[in-house]
């Protein structure tokens, strides 16, 4: 029986105890019972040394800060730690990631670690970490501008990176090639619907992002289709959806 919490992560382990938050299936029942029986994990937590977590302890202590997000003194937790934060960039990333947030603390301690974060995210180009604080953050970013530019400089060769930048609005959304020829062919489409004048194939196309800049084998953009035709109903709907964007 794990008398700590280094026992409880070893014996986790060990046993391939689901350790997925918010278990639907299990709860984590394994897991929820044996933290349920130590003793002093308040304790453990703080005796807890940062630089030399693993994989599967920092897991272990994901699964802790939800289970216990309110039950523990996270202030005091977070307070000593922080000095240490420093040592180890994985365990430093997976704090602000998932604990910052999740568990009950003061704002000062919140806002400390943040902003240690942010140094050591700018000092070391650390993807992971920038991604993290970035997704936190959100809009918020723009306060550090020296993390958003680390971050637009490293987001070059990290997709993740670039979506958490677009998600806080930082950078433009990305349009997938998929994406793309999927808009294309609804703008195709178009053309037909709007021959047809079948104003609910209209509406269907527009559901699925129709480009609507591109031009028929005549050059004409589906506007002006609507136009020449005299679809005057459908002209209208399109200059709405122009307007709108
Ligand atoms: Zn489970």
């Not at 202590?61 to 003194?73: G, Q, T």
């Not at 977070?78 to 994985?90: D, Q, T, V, Y």
């Not at 609005?169 to 037909?192: C, D, I, M, W």
Request: proline share 2%; aromatic share 6%; net charge positive.
């Amino acid at each position: 029986m794990a008398i700590g919490f280094l026992d409880l992560a070893a014996e986790a382990k060990l046993d391939r105890w689901c350790m997925s938050p918010y278990c639907t299936t299990c709860q984590n029942m394994d897991f929820r019972t044996a933290l349920a029986e130590l003793p002093d994990l308040q304790h453990d937590l703080e005796l807890l040394d940062l630089g030399i977590l693993r994989r599967s302890q920092l897991n272990a202590l994901r699964l802790v800060a939800i289970l216990s997000s309110k039950s523990l003194d996270w202030t005091k937790i977070l307070s000593i730690w922080l000095p240490h934060a420093g040592r180890n960039i994985r365990s430093t990333d997976y704090v602000c990631y998932y604990l910052l947030n999740g568990v009950t603390c003061s704002q000062e301690v919140r806002a400390a670690w943040i902003s240690v974060c942010i140094q050591m995210a700018i000092e070391k180009r650390d993807d992971s970490l920038l991604e993290s604080l970035v997704r936190r953050l959100g809009e918020d970013s723009r306060n550090h501008p020296k993390l958003v530019s680390a971050a637009i400089e490293q987001s070059v060769s990290s997709p993740l990176l670039r979506s958490a930048l677009a998600k806080a609005s930082l950078l433009p959304h990305e349009v997938s090639e998929q994406q793309r020829t999927k808009r294309e062919k609804a703008g195709y489409n178009l053309f037909k619907a709007i021959r047809r004048n079948d104003v609910k194939a209209v509406q269907a196309l527009w559901a699925k992002h129709a480009n609507l800049s591109i031009v028929d084998e005549e050059g004409r953009t589906a506007l002006e289709l609507a136009v020449s035709l005299g679809r005057d109903g459908l002209a209208q709907l399109i200059r709405a959806k122009l307007l709108s964007g």
